[in-house]
Every structure is written in C-alpha cells, then in structure tokens.
C-alpha cells in the first residue's frame, strides 16, 4: 500500500461526470458503483467515524492494539511474561483470510471457497496436510463461525497476527501455556483481552492524547460533507464510540485541532452534521425489535439527558424543525429517522 502524502481530491471532481481525468484522483479516492444510484431521491447521507471517516494509521494504531492486547492476556489471562517483548508487524497480513480456531490454521481461499493457500502458525502448510484439512472436492466447510473467524476488517489483523504467534508458542512450548488451552480456547482469549482493552478504555486514552500519531489527517473530509449540506441534503455521523472520545477525533479530522479540547469546548465540526449519534452499539442499532433508549448528549459537560423522542406514534414532528447540530446517546435507527425526518431507510444511504 502506498504509504505517500495524496492530494485531497476535490468536490467537483467526485461528483462530476466520468470526463474528468481519473489519473487527477488517487485511486485510493475514487468511487466505485456496480448499479446506477439516484442521488435525486436521497434526503441525508450518514457516515460511521471508527475506519469510516477517521482512518488509523496500522503501524501506530494496530500496534498499539496488539501490545495492550499481550498486555491484558499475561496481566488478566495468566500468560507467561515473555509475550510481553513480541513485536507486530502490521505488513503481513491482509484482509479477506481466515482463521481455523480449532487447528490454529490461517487460510486464503478463492471465491469457490478452495483453500488456495493454508498456514500453520507462520509455517505454510504442505499440499498433503492442506487437502487432509480441508479435502480437494467442492464439498467442504462453510468456513462459518464458530469453528473460523474472517478477518474482515482492519481491527482485526493484529489479533489475527497474534493468534499465529500463540499457535506457534504453544507448539513449541506447551507446558508455558494456561492449562488446559487448546487452539480454539486461546483465540477467545485473544478476543476477551482485545474486548478489554476496548472496554476500559486504554486504546482511546492514547489516542485522544495525540490523535495525529494514530490517525491520518483528510483534507477533503470537510469539503465533502460542505457539498452534501450545500445540496440541501442532511448529514449525520452514527458511531459506537462515546462522546468524549468522539468529539476529540471528529475536532482532528474537521479541524481546527486543539490539544485541550476538554477545556476549549471546541465543538466547531458539529456544524457539518445535523445529528450525532454516539454509543449507538451497532449492528444492533439498526435491529427492528432494539428498543434502546434514546439519550440528548450536552456537548460541553458530556452530561445525558432524557431526549422524550417517541418511537411509533403519529409524526407530528414532520413540519417541524429538525434538531440541528444536535448530539445523542444509544436509540435505534427509528430515533434516527424521526430526528431525520425520513420515512424511509431508501432515503438514507450509510457509509460505513
């Protein structure tokens, strides 16, 4: 991956017609579409903050990642204290793999599901021992949970690296292990100490004290939800951090950043939202049946208020001013639409 400083493609360029010169726009910035998309009939745009908007940085980030998470399975899981000199390199895995919990295998496959090419641990495993594991016939496993986990996403290459150093640690010393462990049991141990490093707050502390070293500055970010607002169409963020971490990278990315932003109360990027949904514990948020309440976020003391917003009843709010710029807490995508004022979800495309 290209690692070099990208020029900020510019709104016109986005979303003008396919004359434009593509070489202008880092293919990094391009949109990709494989059906026609009316944006005519499109009323709010929302956006997700973590990987969506706010892009970390993997060899600052994922590493700081995978060290808290050594750091939480030798302190709370009974590893032994060597892990703690494992180093991470945020280069060698990709996304789209998956990993076997019960053999510690780490596989690549093709569309068919035919494992291309099978690791155990960091030891690539012979052509024998893969079609023992997995055959050669289109009959095989759905690669499904609970037995494999994908590693879809740019979180999880660190835990995935870490689980195949383990593999490797216990084939080679069995007896330093928790007793008991098997391959399975210790990637749950990977992702109960990955949770708890998310949970008490470790990776956000860190990152809210310099949020340049962790996460790359975007000059077009602001640009960009300036043209959908100026389009007339609504904008909002949808997030499952909380507010206080929330506001110091959204402060980074729309700028302009200040360090004591606790003290500043400097909550300028609100104005390129229409509503701000923190702590919204998607996927579930968008459930039918989650009946979560609804929370008004005060922006300066962080402080939650009843929001009364009903779900269900007659929408006596539909001539009504919408909340501008406001924040919230928890609810479900029926608060969403009433603070939108849509009716229906075909309104509100999702950048997630």
Same mark, same amino acid.
């Not at 070099?4 to 990709?32: C, D, L, M, N, Y």
């Not at 000059?219 to 959908?228: E, G, H, K, T």
């Not at 579930?284 to 979560?292: A, L």
């Given at each position: 991956?290209?690692?070099?400083?990208?020029?900020?493609?510019?709104?016109?360029?986005?979303?003008?017609?396919?004359?434009?010169?593509? %070489?202008?726009?880092?293919?990094?910035?391009?949109?990709?579409?494989?059906?026609?998309?009316?944006?005519?009939?499109?009323?709010?745009?929302? $956006? =997700?903050?973590?990987?969506?908007?706010?892009?970390?940085?993997?060899?600052? $980030?994922?590493?700081?990642?995978?060290?808290?998470?050594?750091?939480?399975?030798?302190?709370?899981?009974?590893?032994?204290?060597?892990?703690?000199?494992?180093? $991470? #390199?945020?280069? /060698?895995?990709?996304?789209?793999?998956?990993? =076997?919990?019960? %053999?510690? &295998?780490?596989?690549?496959?093709?569309? +068919?599901?035919?494992?291309?090419?099978?690791?155990?641990?960091?030891?690539?495993?012979?052509?024998?021992? *893969?079609?023992?594991? !997995?055959?050669?016939?289109?009959?095989?496993?759905s690669f499904d949970e609970p037995d494999y986990a994908l590693i879809d996403t740019l979180f999880s290459l660190g835990e995935? /690296?870490?689980?195949?150093?383990?593999?490797? $640690?216990?084939?080679?010393?069995?007896? *330093?292990?928790?007793?008991?462990?098997?391959?399975?049991?210790?990637?749950?141990?990977?992702?109960?100490?990955?949770?708890?490093?998310?949970?008490?707050?470790?990776?956000? %502390?860190?990152?809210?004290?310099?949020?340049?070293?962790?996460?790359?500055? =975007?000059?077009?970010i602001v640009p960009m939800l300036q043209m959908l607002r100026k389009s007339g169409r609504s904008t909002f963020l949808v997030?499952?951090?909380?507010?206080? /971490?929330?506001?110091?990278?959204?402060? !980074?990315?729309?700028?302009? !950043?200040?360090? =004591?932003?606790?003290?500043? +109360?400097?909550?300028?990027?609100?104005?390129?939202? #229409?509503?701000?949904?923190?702590?919204?514990?998607?996927?579930?948020?968008?459930? #039918?049946? &989650?009946?979560?309440?609804?929370?008004?976020?005060?922006?300066?003391?962080?402080?939650?208020?009843?929001?009364?917003?009903?779900?269900?009843?007659? %929408?006596?709010?539909? +001539?009504?001013?919408?909340?501008?710029?406001?924040?919230?807490?928890?609810? &479900?995508?029926? +608060?969403?639409?009433?603070?939108?004022?849509?009716?229906?979800?075909?309104?509100?495309?999702?950048?997630?």
């Amino acid at each position: 991956m290209d690692s070099g400083a990208v020029e900020p493609a510019s709104t016109g360029a986005i979303w003008s017609t396919p004359s434009v010169e593509p %070489r202008s726009i880092s293919i990094g910035k391009q949109i990709f579409c494989n059906r026609s998309l009316n944006m005519r009939n499109i009323t709010a745009v929302g $956006f =997700d903050m973590d990987y969506t908007l706010a892009q970390y940085k993997p060899e600052t $980030f994922e590493a700081l990642a995978y060290h808290g998470t050594i750091e939480k399975l030798v302190k709370d899981l009974n590893y032994p204290e060597e892990l703690l000199t494992w180093q $991470f #390199d945020w280069k /060698y895995m990709v996304r789209g793999l998956v990993l =076997d919990k019960k %053999r510690g &295998n780490i596989l690549k496959m093709d569309r +068919h599901k035919y494992v291309k090419v099978a690791y155990h641990g960091f030891r690539e495993m012979s052509k024998e021992e *893969k079609v023992a594991a !997995y055959g050669s016939t289109l009959i095989r496993d759905s690669f499904d949970e609970p037995d494999y986990a994908l590693i879809d996403t740019l979180f999880s290459l660190g835990e995935a /690296y870490l689980f195949a150093q383990l593999v490797d $640690f216990m084939d080679s010393n069995p007896a *330093k292990v928790p007793s008991g462990t098997d391959y399975a049991h210790m990637y749950r141990d990977v992702r109960s100490a990955v949770d708890l490093c998310h949970r008490d707050g470790t990776l956000k %502390r860190m990152v809210a004290k310099e949020p340049s070293r962790y996460i790359n500055e =975007d000059l077009a970010i602001v640009p960009m939800l300036q043209m959908l607002r100026k389009s007339g169409r609504s904008t909002f963020l949808v997030t499952n951090s909380l507010w206080d /971490y929330t506001d110091v990278v959204m402060n !980074y990315l729309c700028g302009p !950043y200040m360090s =004591d932003v606790s003290s500043s +109360h400097n909550h300028k990027w609100l104005e390129y939202f #229409d509503v701000v949904i923190t702590g919204s514990s998607k996927p579930s948020f968008f459930h #039918d049946d &989650n009946r979560t309440g609804l929370f008004e976020v005060e922006p300066d003391s962080g402080k939650l208020l009843n929001a009364d917003l009903q779900i269900g009843s007659p %929408r006596s709010s539909q +001539h009504q001013p919408k909340p501008i710029h406001k924040v919230y807490q928890g609810g &479900n995508v029926g +608060h969403l639409h009433r603070l939108l004022s849509v009716a229906s979800s075909s309104q509100v495309p999702l950048c997630w």
